[in-house]
């Protein structure tokens, strides 16, 4: 199975919660990690800039194949063993509902990350450090 680069936005409690939890279950070492927040996030070597990866998720298969939205989550879960998740947010009818939840969420992600995030990234170190 080839790896899989998920590119991320630090700032985001919510987006941190998450990649602490697949960094949890990387396992086989199938999922590698770009925070684009970081100064060191050479964005033109990665070929996602910022801008791109803050309106919806991005992520990158070995093979150059570049995934985006939920797409990348499905990978991400079953490299991490949660087929069943992967396959369920697959297929087509989940999608349809999924696709438009999640780019929702992506344009009101910090506002809802002000909300949310702090106590789901405290729940995510607690559990996952």
């Not at 770009?34 to 998720?57: F, N, R, T, W, Y």
């Not at 063993?81 to 438009?100: K, M, N, P, Q, Y």
């Not at 009101?108 to 702090?118: D, E, F, Q």
Request: proline letters at 2%.
């Amino acid at each position: 199975m080839l790896a899989l680069t998920i590119y991320y936005d630090g700032q985001c409690s919510l987006c941190q919660a998450e990649i602490l939890f697949l960094k949890s279950r990387n396992h086989q070492h199938l999922l590698n990690f770009v925070d684009l927040q970081e100064p060191a996030s050479d964005a033109s070597l990665h070929q996602v800039s910022c801008a791109q990866a803050m309106a919806e998720i991005h992520g990158r298969l070995a093979n150059g194949e570049l995934l985006t939205g939920i797409p990348v989550f499905a990978e991400a879960y079953r490299r991490t063993g949660l087929t069943v998740l992967a396959w369920l947010i697959s297929r087509t009818w989940a999608r349809v509902f999924l696709d438009s939840v999640y780019l929702i969420f992506a344009r009101h992600r910090h506002a809802i990350s002000k909300t949310l995030g702090p106590g789901l990234l405290r729940l995510a170190r607690w559990r996952y450090l």
